[in-house]
């Protein structure tokens, strides 16, 4: 058995959002594994309210995802294959996470100032095939990106009224 103890505190919380407001994309990642071959990934998604995330899956090869929100309140998207909502879950209250099976296209993003999720995947980690982004939504950067962003937070607001 190898690596350290890590503690997941308060002051580590507030260095990754300090970190995430630096960060041209407004969020951070903070892994736990040692090494990107380690299996499973352990990490934090530090994220930023107005951060985009483009939505994905991941099917090749399949991976499972599970999500705890320890901080904040994130919307979850799940779409069919054509890009239609077909469930939306608010998390960070009650529930407090979400689990998905692989294969599933999706996408997050904070509805408080900042949310921080726990995440857990199967490693290893290989850029090349760790997501497959959808066709349908705009990628991070992509013109659009912002006006789909805000499409789907209208589909959370409506259903909070």
Known sequence: MSGEVQILDRTLLRDLIERARRSPRLRVNHNFHASMEENPHRFLNVMLKG??????????????????????????FIFDDSGQVTRTEVVGRDPIGIDL????????????????CYEVKP???TAETDKEFAPWA?????????AYLESLLAIVKSKRV
């Open 51 to 76: 951060t985009y995330v483009a939505p994905h899956r991941h099917l090749d090869p399949p991976k499972a995802e599970s999500f705890v929100v320890l901080d904040g309140e994130a919307a979850f």
């Open 138 to 146: 705009p990628r991070e950067g992509e013109a659009g990106a912002h």
């Open 101 to 116: 099976p692989p294969g599933v296209w999706h996408t997050l993003t904070p509805l408080s100032e900042h949310a921080v």
């Open 123 to 125: 490693g290893p980690y």
